[in-house]
């Protein structure tokens, strides 16, 4: 469904060059939840941005289903890929209802059937007929996430791509957003691609998983491997090591 091939992304700033991703390559097959992690700053979500289209990339090195996409992106390829944002506040207008952020990507693209398309993408995601009218800000932060990933399936889209989508969350809600992601996403019929810091996440949906530093992709890993701890890389085995929490003797002077 989408494959990769050396993608670049890169950033001027007050005169100076940065390489945020380099030549990353993989694959992701329909219907798959494709996992890619790494720490702040190895352009895991700079990847998920240039997929969606969102920041300049190498020139040919996205395609869907074989074919390539353009840099300026037609309504139909935008339709067909949505991306869930991190943060749920910031990604929803403070003066909107639930009822507006639904409704307004219906208007857009000329949908009719309105009302009952997000009466049926509330309900999808859990949420009560008495938050349509809400704001944001009488919301709760799993609500709120809700309410993003409503937007983003409402469209009916063929892709979804998931920039860390728990982690803004609290550690109670964050178990009750991955499991109503890994529903959503068999009952759609998504092909997703997740972007996170946190391997429990990753290993919790997704079926393998690309180790990103400092731009480069340094390892691709099967679920089973990353399990078993069949890390090849030493940054790989690093992260795995830092996964497993606070060691009293690693810390020891």
């Given at each position: ?44 979500s700079t990847v998920l941005k240039a997929i969606a289209g ?200």
């Amino acid at each position: 469904m989408i494959e990769i091939r050396d993608l670049s992304v890169t950033f001027h700033s007050a005169g100076r060059r940065i390489e945020a991703v380099r030549g990353v390559s993989f694959d992701v097959a329909a219907g798959e939840t494709f996992g890619i992690v790494g720490e702040s700053g190895s352009g895991k979500s700079t990847v998920l941005k240039a997929i969606a289209g969102l920041v300049e990339a190498t020139p040919g090195s996205i395609r869907i289903e074989g074919r390539v996409l353009p840099p300026r992106r037609a309504g139909d390829d935008r339709r067909m890929m949505q991306l869930v944002f991190q943060d749920p506040y910031g990604s929803l207008h403070p003066r909107q209802t639930v009822d507006d952020v639904l409704r307004e990507p219906l208007t857009i693209n000329g949908i009719a059937d309105r009302d009952k398309l997000v009466a049926q993408a509330i309900a999808d995601v859990g949420l009560l007929p008495m938050h349509r009218f809400r704001f944001p800000h009488q919301l709760s932060g799993g609500q709120r996430q809700r309410v993003a990933i409503a937007r983003a399936l409402i469209l009916r889209p063929r892709i979804l791509l998931l920039d860390e989508p728990t982690s803004a969350l609290d550690v109670s809600i964050q178990a009750e957003i991955l499991n109503l992601i890994s529903r959503l996403r068999r009952s759609y019929q998504l092909t997703s691609i997740l972007v996170s810091h946190d391997l429990a996440v990753v290993a919790h949906l997704c079926s393998r998983v690309a180790i990103m530093k400092s731009g480069r992709l340094v390892e691709l890993l099967t679920l089973e491997a990353l399990r078993r701890g069949g890390a090849k890389e030493a940054y790989t085995r690093e992260l795995l090591a830092a996964s497993k929490g606070y060691a009293r003797a690693a810390a020891a002077p």
